[in-house]
């Protein structure tokens, strides 16, 4: 059973760059396409981005400026760096497993989540 | 960008009762890519259904995903304790992907 659990501080200041990890366990980093998806607290979903095995990514415009999605096939990891946080950032950060076929595109699979807080 | 409006924001229902939650899309998004998550207190999403009206592994069948366009509808058919949570519905169909605001159904 793949599965799927984020990693990285909990406490992040003002003005510096968020860092986490998810590490794919029980399964391969290949032939999939992997995402970040974020929660503030009590509010709704928002998709931050998505990467392929091969490394061709695709961000939100909303976030574009300050995200980078990369992965290491190695260590069968993908991760997230977001810079210049605000408040505005503190949320539950998932990481998540798309299932892509000739028909369907949706995400399959689920970490359990890392909150992140922005705060000096 | 697709904005998904769901409708109604909580539902108030006594479990045996049935569910319906609407998802309604800016634009037309293909059936292909759209998806219903289930979230309860503490928890990741679980993928409900895909391509709008197949259940995921696991799902049962009391859970139902019909429409296409511009509107898409979730069905529970007779509600068990557990079924209460919030309901996200998706599309995958467009950059950049979006998730509705989410219907709560909650016990009456």
């Known amino acids: 059973q793949v599965q799927l659990q984020e990693s990285g501080p909990g406490l992040v200041k003002p003005s510096e760059t968020l860092s986490l990890t998810c590490t794919v366990s029980?399964?391969?980093?290949?032939?999939?396409?992997w995402s970040w998806i974020r929660q503030p607290p009590g509010k709704g979903l928002e998709w931050i981005g998505y990467?392929?095995?091969?490394?061709?990514?695709n961000y939100n415009p909303s976030l574009k400026s300050r995200v980078t999605i990369s992965l290491d096939m190695s260590k069968n990891q993908f991760s997230l760096k977001l810079t210049s946080v605000t408040a505005a950032d503190t949320a539950i950060y998932y990481c998540?497993?798309?299932?892509?076929?000739?028909?369907?595109?949706?995400?399959?699979?689920w970490g359990r989540g890392i909150l992140v807080t922005v705060s000096s | 960008e697709v904005v998904l409006t769901q409708s109604p924001g909580t539902l108030s229902l006594s479990p045996g009762e049935r569910a319906t939650l609407s998802c309604r899309a800016s634009?037309?998004?293909?059936?292909?890519?759209l998806a219903w998550y289930q979230q309860k207190p503490g928890q990741a999403p679980r993928l409900l259904i895909y391509?709008?009206?197949n259940r995921a592994t696991g799902i049962p069948d009391r859970f139902s995903g019909s429409g296409s366009g511009t509107d898409f509808t979730l069905t529970i058919s007779r509600l068990e304790p557990e079924d209460f949570a919030v309901y996200y519905c998706?599309?995958?169909?467009?950059?950049?992907?979006?998730f509705g605001g989410g219907t709560k159904v909650e016990i009456k």
């Open positions: 998540a497993r798309v299932w892509s076929s000739s028909f369907y595109w949706y995400f399959d699979l």
């Open positions: 391509g709008a009206s």
């Open positions: 029980d399964g391969s980093i290949s032939s999939y396409y």
């Open positions: 634009q037309s998004v293909s059936s292909n890519y």
């Open positions: 998706h599309q995958f169909g467009s950059s950049p992907l979006t």
């Open positions: 990467i392929y095995y091969s490394g061709s990514t």
